[in-house]
């Protein structure tokens, strides 16, 4: 288990070394991201609804996936009063939202197999309906940051929430999958062999990703608020798991996997919504990176600790 984990973590240190080998450039982390979000990680979704058994009782785990990624947008929100906007933006957008599909689900498969993959989708279906575009367009709207604040039509509010929504192919792979499984609709076997490959891919991928994101943040406030975001989800991730494992119908196995999703680390959207309204690449890169490692050492000790 701890050379499972360890090889995950080698790949992000391998990936790092690499670009700053000058391998790879400062933006070829798009290239990775770009083959994650469009190619591995919908294979690997696609690939965890195939392969595993699946009721309805599991829509539970949607709802409560989206009550863990909105809730504590409001709570931040709260609790940041007193710092400059666009730090309060960075901390509601980091503290909020949970990195399933693209890091708990290659780290779940890894460290338990490919029966972790569907309660952790099915999370993230959930999750996905926040991170995906509404938390942009909430914390636009809390803080008073661009188009939100302006008196836009109610209609081109939602047309431009709807086209952030159907632009992610992650998300749109989440929701026919979400269709099929309500119809009953099986997936054939050709297409499982077909999307195999990629999704075996997902777990090296994200972890390169992570690597080539990374990058530490030169001034001392940006690290402060780094801390801050740290203590925010360690909070966070605490109040999630418990609520997960004592409130959720399941067994042990599908809970534990709840403790997983609750230590994921900070969104990649983010990272990318921190860049668009902060202008602070690396500080939203950085934050991936910390809390990724910290979630990956966090998920190892549960996964040694709770039986699943």
């Not at 391998?14 to 991201?33: E, G, I, P, W």
């Not at 777990?203 to 940006?222: C, H, N, Q, V, Y």
Request: glycine share 6%; aromatic share 8%; net charge neutral.
């Amino acid at each position: 288990m701890l050379f499972q984990s360890g090889s995950l973590l080698l790949v992000i240190v391998a990936a790092y070394a690499l670009k700053h080998l000058h391998v790879f450039s400062d933006r070829d982390y798009r290239v990775a991201q770009g083959l994650v979000f469009n190619l591995t990680l919908p294979c690997a979704i696609v690939m965890s609804f195939a392969t595993n058994e699946h009721d309805m009782s599991m829509l539970w785990i949607v709802l409560f996936g989206f009550l863990c990624a909105l809730i504590p947008m409001f709570i931040v929100f709260l609790g940041s009063r007193g710092d400059e906007t666009r730090y309060r933006a960075y901390q509601i957008l980091n503290a909020s939202g949970l990195n399933l599909g693209a890091f708990c689900l290659p780290v779940a498969q890894t460290l338990i197999g490919p029966a972790a993959g569907l309660p952790v989708v099915m999370m993230d279906i959930g999750n996905a309906m926040v991170a995906t575009a509404l938390a942009l367009t909430l914390t636009k709207g809390l803080l008073h940051m661009g188009d939100a604040a302006q008196s836009l039509p109610l209609g081109l509010k939602v047309r431009s929430v709807a086209r952030d929504f159907l632009s992610s192919t992650s998300f749109d792979t989440y929701m026919l999958m979400l269709i099929l499984m309500v119809a009953h609709v099986t997936i054939p076997q050709w297409i499982v062999s077909l999307v195999t490959p990629f999704a075996n891919a997902n777990a090296f991928m994200t972890m390169a990703m992570i690597g080539l994101m990374m990058e530490i943040p030169a001034e001392r406030k940006d690290r402060m608020e780094l801390l801050k975001v740290i203590a925010w989800r360690a909070l966070f991730a605490v109040l999630i798991g418990a609520a997960g494992w004592t409130l959720l119908p399941f067994d042990e196995h599908i809970r534990g996997i709840m403790l997983l999703c609750a230590a994921s680390p900070v969104t990649i959207f983010s990272t990318k919504f921190t860049d668009s309204l902060t202008g602070n690449p690396k500080l939203a890169g950085f934050s991936l990176t910390v809390t990724g490692v910290l979630g990956l050492i966090a998920m190892t000790v549960i996964h040694a600790v709770v039986s699943m």
